[in-house]
């Protein structure tokens, strides 16, 4: 690629080749660039500081080629698959870090949905010859059109921003829905939609695909940043506010789920065929899952030893280093007399709330398991596929005893002191 030789002689991040690389990746699929091409960028790659301390355009370079290169490297999985380094997921450790989070979710989620309908109304129009297979029959574009549009208004809304009329047909909706999400994006966010998307192989539905579990990426960050702020809050006797950002983590878990509808419009024999080239990547591998999942209570010792959490060691160490659930920082309260009852009615029905949309989560997951891969099939990522998600649908999310089980456990004043 004469593009990417020129760059080479002159290192400048700033002026990297995207276009013409990204274009070649998304002629063939990840799976079948060019051996030379990846070559070429492993080169580039070397121009880098090597221990990650790159800046400004040089970080976002690093972030690019960690995912173009993961093939190359032998290290493909579903962060990379994904190119989670390249999105700015939402964070934070603080209470003022939620408001920025949940703006940071909305921001991401509209941006990535839009983008999606826009690949699908490129297609639909003939405006585009990218991903070429087994691209869908009108009737089922304008679903998709439909379900992504009313998926991301609520964040649209919040975001202040324009919401597609209906009315106009799902067509036009899809297109005032890109047209205002990209002309709010800053322009590094609209490069970070650019380099954000190298799907496998030249499936139609891949793009869509990944779109959309970016958006549940997106999503669960969120949900860590609000239960890791409930647990700190919990510790600190501050229950009412505990019980609050449950149930505002309830209602972004509600809101994602909204994005199944249109997953479920994904054609089977499509998916069946990217598939074979994503091996190595499974949502097995989720961090942002795993992190919820271990904030609401710590893991039993099967789970926190099973390919799960091998597969996310950094959330594996926090939680054997003691890194407390809300389970456990619950109980603790209540042993110590900082919750009152109307708190704990209020904690209880969040949690209830919350624990009944995951379990629902898992279930619905489950299904769209089963109708694309079949049941007792294997999953991508060296996982056992539909079985283990079958396996771990019914796992507690908290298990938490009832207030008058935590009293009852804990010892009268009189007992203690005799």
């Not at 890109?178 to 380099?195: F, G, K």
């Not at 659930?325 to 708190?343: F, K, S, V, Y």
């Not at 056992?384 to 649908?393: A, D, F, I, K």
């Amino acid at each position: 690629m004469h593009e990417l030789d020129d760059w080479l002689r002159h290192f400048d991040p700033e002026l990297f080749p995207y276009d013409s690389v990204i274009g070649a990746f998304h002629r063939v699929g990840k799976h079948f660039v060019d051996k030379e091409l990846l070559a070429d960028l492993a080169q580039a790659r070397s121009t880098l500081p090597e221990d990650g301390t790159a800046q400004g355009a040089g970080r976002v370079l690093a972030a690019f080629l960690d995912t173009a290169l993961d093939k190359w490297d032998g290290r493909y999985d579903y962060r990379t698959y994904l190119s989670l380094g390249v999105l700015p997921l939402p964070d934070g450790q603080e209470p003022a870090a939620i408001e920025p989070a949940g703006h940071q979710r909305d921001l991401l989620v509209a941006q990535l949905i839009a983008d999606a309908l826009r690949q699908e109304l490129a297609a639909a129009e003939g405006d585009t010859d990218l991903f070429p297979e087994m691209r869908p029959p009108a009737d089922l574009t304008a679903k998709r059109l439909r379900l992504g549009v009313r998926a991301v208004t609520p964040a649209m809304r919040r975001l202040g921003l324009p919401v597609a009329d209906p009315a106009e047909g799902p067509e036009e909706a899809a297109r005032q829905l890109w047209r205002q999400a990209a002309a709010a994006a800053l322009p590094e966010e609209l490069q970070t939609l650019r380099l954000s998307i190298l799907p496998v192989y030249v499936s139609h539905d891949e793009y869509m695909f990944l779109r959309i579990l970016q958006a549940f990426e997106v999503s669960f960050a969120l949900l860590s940043v609000l239960l890791r702020q409930a647990v700190a809050e919990l510790a600190g006797a501050g229950a009412a506010r505990c019980a609050w950002l449950v149930g505002q983590a309830d209602e972004a878990l509600r809101e994602a789920a909204s994005l199944f509808p249109l997953l479920a419009t994904m054609q089977v024999g499509s998916f069946r065929t990217f598939r074979l080239y994503t091996e190595g990547a499974s949502a097995i591998q989720s961090r942002n899952y795993k992190m919820v999942e271990s904030l609401c209570r710590v893991p039993d010792g099967p789970r926190l030893d099973s390919a799960a959490y091998l597969a996310v060691p950094e959330v594996r160490e926090q939680v054997l280093t003691g890194r407390a659930g809300l389970a456990e920082t619950l109980r603790a309260a209540q042993a110590d007399g900082l919750i009152t009852a109307p708190d704990r009615e209020r904690l209880d029905e969040a949690l209830a709330a919350f624990s009944a949309t995951l379990l629902q989560w898992r279930q619905t997951h489950y299904r769209m398991a089963v109708r694309m891969l079949g049941e007792g099939r294997t999953g991508t990522g060296y996982t056992e596929g539909t079985p283990y998600l079958s396996s771990v649908r019914d796992i507690p999310v908290f298990e938490i005893p009832d207030a008058d089980d935590d009293r009852a456990a804990t010892p009268s004043e009189s007992e203690a002191s005799s």
